[in-house]
C-alpha cells in the first residue's frame, strides 16, 4: 500500500463536533458517554472488524529527557494493550508498521511543519497529501504548542496551551476511498515535558495515550465518576476503571458480529461547499473550569465529517 497519495485540489466539508471540557465532579454513578463514532457502534459496526489497525508515526516522537524511541513505543503498545485485554470484550488491535510516510490528515496542509494547521475553522485545510487509509488509528506524534494554541481558540499568540492531547474521529472521502471512511487521529502537545514514569513535573505517556485511545475506539469525555476517560490529568493511570470497562463492553462486546453501514455525519451535493465553523456548529460543547489552583491541564476529543472532492479538469 502506498504511503502518500498525490496531491490534491481539494474541495472540503467540514461537519465538527468539538469538546472541549474540564470538569471536577462527585462520583455518584456510571456516566461512560460516546463520541461520534461510538455513536455509530465503533469500529466494529463503521468498519466490521473487530480489530481496528493503528500505526506509530515515529518521526514525530519527542525527545524529551532523552527517551528513545523504544521507550516511547513500548509505552503507547502499553495502552492499546490495556484496552483490548478486557475480559470479555472482542476489541483487538492490529499494529501495522511505519513505512516513513505520511499518515495523518488532522495537523494541516504542510504534515506537521504547519502553521497553516488544522483545526476545524472556516480556512482551515487538511493535509492533501496523508495516507488516511493506510490506518483506522494513527498516533501522528508530538506536535508544537502553536497546533494546540490555534486548537483553542483559532489564533496563535504563543500561550502555552492547556491541552494536552487531542484525538480527531471523522468520516474522510476522496480519491482513496470510494466511500466515506473512518479515520481516528492522536496527537500530544510537545510544550509539556513528558516522560515513561509520570515524575512530578511530567506528563506521563502511557496514561496520556490510554485516555486518547478511548476516544478513538468511540468513547467520549465523563466526569461523574472516576475513569480514565476524565477529561482532566491528574497523574499515572494505567488501568482502566470500570467505568471504562462498561463502556469497551458495551461498543465491543464478546462474539458480537458487525452490522456496517453507518451513515455520514454530514451530506451535501458536490455543488455546494458548506462549512461550518466552530462557533456556528449546534452541537459545540467547550466547557473548562480550572480545578485545583496549581496547572490547568486537559484533554480534547473532536470529530469531524470530512469530504474530499477533487475538482473537475478546467
Wanted: proline share 5%.
Amino acid at each position: 500500500m502506498l504511503d502518500r497519495c498525490r496531491a490534491l485540489d481539494i474541495k472540503t466539508y467540514i461537519s465538527l463536533v468539538l469538546g472541549l471540557c474540564l470538569l471536577f465532579s462527585i462520583p455518584t454513578a456510571q456516566a461512560y458517554t460516546y463520541n461520534n463514532l461510538g455513536a455509530v457502534g465503533g469500529w466494529d459496526n463503521v468498519e466490521r472488524t473487530f480489530s481496528p489497525t493503528y500505526v506509530l508515526d515515529r518521526s514525530d516522537y519527542t525527545t524529551d529527557l532523552g527517551l528513545t524511541q523504544t521507550q516511547i513505543t513500548g509505552a503507547l503498545r502499553s495502552a492499546f494493550s490495556t484496552w483490548d485485554s478486557v475480559k470479555g470484550s472482542s476489541l483487538s488491535f492490529t499494529e501495522k508498521p511505519d513505512r516513513g510516510g505520511n499518515y495523518d490528515l488532522t495537523d494541516g496542509p504542510l504534515d506537521s511543519a504547519g502553521p497553516p494547521w488544522f483545526g476545524g475553522y472556516s480556512d482551515d485545510s487538511l493535509d492533501p497529501n496523508a495516507n488516511y487509509l493506510y490506518s483506522n488509528i494513527t498516533f501522528g506524534g508530538w506536535l508544537p504548542n502553536s497546533y494546540f494554541d490555534y486548537l483553542e481558540d483559532g489564533s496563535i499568540d504563543g500561550t502555552p496551551s492547556n491541552i494536552i492531547g487531542v484525538t480527531w474521529t471523522g468520516q474522510v472521502k476522496g480519491p482513496l476511498s470510494k466511500k466515506p471512511r473512518w479515520v481516528a487521529d492522536i496527537f500530544f502537545n510537545d510544550n509539556w515535558t513528558w516522560s515513561t514514569s509520570g515524575d512530578a513535573g511530567t506528563i506521563d505517556i502511557e496514561t496520556v495515550m490510554l485516555h486518547e485511545l478511548g476516544h478513538a475506539i468511540g468513547l467520549g469525555h465523563e466526569d461523574d465518576v472516576i475513569a480514565v476517560m476524565n477529561s482532566f490529568y491528574t497523574g499515572i493511570e494505567t488501568d482502566l476503571y470500570q467505568d471504562d470497562i462498561n463502556g469497551v463492553l458495551s461498543l465491543y462486546p464478546e462474539k458480537t458480529r458487525g452490522k456496517g453501514g453507518s451513515r455520514p455525519l454530514w451530506a451535501g451535493g458536490l455543488g455546494h461547499i458548506l462549512i461550518l465553523t466552530i462557533d456556528d456548529y449546534p452541537g459545540l460543547q467547550n466547557s473548562a473550569i480550572v480545578p485545583e489552583p496549581a496547572t490547568l491541564i486537559l484533554f480534547a476529543a473532536l470529530g469531524l465529517a470530512v469530504f474530499i472532492g477533487r475538482k473537475s479538469p478546467g
